[in-house]
């Protein structure tokens, strides 16, 4: 599965930017993280294949993520950005049903990962 993530950019505090992630084929579950220079890839958000969402509490009720199945496209709105939301951030893709049982939190359940893209927020 290759991922494509693009919509990345340089956005001023409470600004908003839209991530969009294209995978070459249906996948189970997609989700986002990030990094931070000199922090470790923390979750963001995911979506299984019927629905369910997941966010972090550090973007819930200001990040929303969502898919077009008919594109096998993931978005992920961003809205009251902070500063500390600097960071790649990078999609992923599950699609090993055996990982299932992890957490959609959890980096292990993903199988493929997008290239990264890169959000700056000035304050």
């Known amino acids: 599965v290759q991922l494509q993530a693009s919509g990345g950019g340089l956005v001023q505090a409470g600004g908003s930017l839209r991530l969009s992630c294209a995978a070459s084929?249906?996948?189970?579950?997609m989700g986002w993280f990030r990094q931070a220079p000199g922090k470790e890839r923390e979750f963001v958000a995911a979506?299984?294949?019927?629905?369910?969402?997941y966010y972090s509490d550090s973007v819930k009720g200001r990040f929303t993520i969502s898919i077009d199945n008919a594109k096998n496209t993931v978005y992920l709105q961003m809205n009251s950005l902070k500063p500390e939301d600097t960071a790649v951030y990078y999609c992923?893709?599950?699609?090993?049903?055996?990982?299932?049982?992890?957490?959609?939190?959890?980096?292990?359940?993903?199988?493929?990962w997008g290239q990264g893209t890169q959000v700056t927020v000035s304050s």
């Open positions: 084929r249906r996948t189970f579950t």
């Open positions: 979506i299984t294949s019927s629905d369910r969402t």
């Open positions: 992923a893709a599950n699609v090993a049903l055996s990982k299932a049982g992890l957490g959609a939190s959890t980096a292990m359940r993903y199988d493929y």
